[in-house]
């Protein structure tokens, strides 16, 4: 008896390992990114990602009465695809909340970097950036520092990692929904040893997300995960 743990970069295109897998008789704990057909794990783990980015939203609503708003999402990758339908769900039928712009950040530091430098270009009329993860908020800040129009702009990511604790501590960016791979580590581990120990196994886990903000990092641990 084998088992993979597998965190899909494509959740669509991952299909012929799955299917590889099958045929060899490895059973896959699926982790944090989802597959698009899960009839092939034998479980799945993950954030709940569409709570994650209802975090975003409802503390940016606290902060705001009204603003524009750039989303930087990533389609091919379900977990940021998912917490931009939080986001943009739980601000829908607020008129004065306007999500001006989406734009594929590709889930990159570097890449949401350049698209917000181009939207820039363009459009500089905003209120809000909220990043699908912590690396496209961290390129949209980057981006806004080298304009030098950073003051003013609330930013959110979603990860809680270490890198945009530390900014958030500099108040540069407004807060990250937070994921817990400790504890997405320990779901799937458990999973894999009911499975080899011929025991029922769950097939799917969600584990909840909490914002980190300015006002509770000091509950965290700034240099690394939850």
């Excluded at 045929?23 to 034998?42: C, E, F, H, P, S």
């Excluded at 809680?160 to 990250?176: I, W």
């Amino acid at each position: 008896m084998e088992v993979l743990f597998l965190n899909p970069v494509d959740q669509c295109e991952v299909k012929p390992a799955l299917e590889a897998c099958k045929k060899a008789g490895v059973a896959i704990i699926n982790v944090d990114t989802m597959v698009a057909d899960r009839q092939y794990v034998l479980g799945a783990v993950e954030t709940d990602h569409y709570q994650a980015g209802q975090l975003c939203a409802e503390n940016m609503m606290k902060h705001i009465e009204s603003g524009k708003i750039i989303i930087l999402n990533n389609p091919g990758q379900w977990s940021i695809s998912e917490r931009v339908r939080g986001f943009i769900e739980t601000i829908a039928g607020k008129p004065e909340y306007e999500v001006i712009r989406q734009e594929n950040g590709e889930g990159e530091i570097e890449v949401a970097s350049k698209v917000v430098s181009d939207i820039l270009g363009e459009e500089q009329n905003f209120d809000v950036i909220f990043g699908g993860n912590d690396p496209m908020a961290l390129g949209a800040l980057a981006a806004l520092q080298k304009a030098g129009i950073e003051d003013g702009v609330l930013i959110y990511g979603v990860d809680g990692s270490p890198d945009f604790k530390a900014m958030l501590q500099e108040g540069y960016v407004t807060g990250t929904s937070s994921q817990s791979p400790e504890t997405i580590g320990r779901v799937a581990a458990k999973m894999a040893y009911s499975y080899l120990k011929g025991e029922e196994v769950e097939e799917y886990v969600t584990i909840p997300s909490t914002l980190i903000t300015r006002e509770n990092l000091d509950e965290f641990d700034i240099d690394g995960w939850q």
